[in-house]
């Protein structure tokens, strides 16, 4: 939740002001993991001239630095977080032992990978990883929709859906990796400095329709009818 410091009294916050916190909340882990590690990339090797396994294992720093200072701020590590640093950390040491430049751009697939095999074998269990968020996102916190959930979450029906919704999205996230990691050993790294970022983005697309389709979707048509009709 984003806190904003009190107004005064003379001058009431405006109903824009926490969109626009909310907005960068939501931008801000994108432009540093995304955006400001190309263009450190370009910067350095076109304009100064680095070589490619510089330019790289530089911008890979970035993101690192970010989920180490979110280690530091929030005083916990959780998985997600730990993986993300070891495979950057890993990532930059092995384009240096190597000198292949390509080694980094190839760990940004094995990321995508582990999570996506993750995502993948819990949609196989009784707690897919992905229904956490889902529920949130239907639920909202209402107490209706809540109890809604609680009562249909027995179902054989809503369990499919579940299982389908984060198995979808690991899907859709192994693709993303087989995809750059061809892409990582077929074509220019300047390519794939900007396609990599460009093959994520289109998996994460097409996770949110396919997986809205079928699962969210359906979830949430049928917490809509329980709230309505609840037996």
């Not at 093959?199 to 996770?207: D, N, T």
């Amino acid at each position: 939740m984003i806190e904003t410091p009190a107004a005064p009294a003379t001058a009431p916050m405006s109903a824009a002001e926490p969109q626009r916190g909310t907005l960068r909340t939501l931008l801000m882990p994108l432009a540093i993991d995304v955006a400001a590690p190309m263009a450190c990339y370009y910067l350095l090797h076109g304009a100064f001239g680095t070589s490619e396994v510089t330019a790289l294992a530089v911008s890979g720093v970035i993101p690192a630095a970010r989920v180490i200072a979110g280690i530091v701020r929030d005083r916990t590590l959780n998985g997600l977080a730990g993986l993300t640093l070891a495979v950057n950390v890993a990532g930059i040491a092995l384009s240096f032992v190597t000198g292949d430049a390509r080694m980094m751009i190839a760990k940004d697939s094995a990321l995508s990978g582990v999570i996506s095999l993750f995502m993948m074998l819990t949609a196989f269990t009784a707690r897919p990883v992905m229904t956490p968020g889902m529920r949130a996102f239907i639920t909202r916190g209402n107490a209706a929709r809540e109890a809604a959930w609680e009562r249909l979450a027995s179902g054989a029906r809503f369990r499919r859906a579940e299982r389908r919704f984060t198995g979808i999205w690991g899907g859709a996230l192994l693709a993303d990796c087989v995809a750059r990691l061809i892409g990582a050993f077929t074509l220019p790294v300047s390519t794939m400095v900007w396609l990599s970022n460009v093959l994520l983005i289109a998996a994460l697309a097409v996770g949110l329709v396919v997986a809205g389709a079928f699962g969210s979707g359906p979830i949430m048509w049928m917490i809509s009818n329980e709230v309505r009709d609840p037996r």
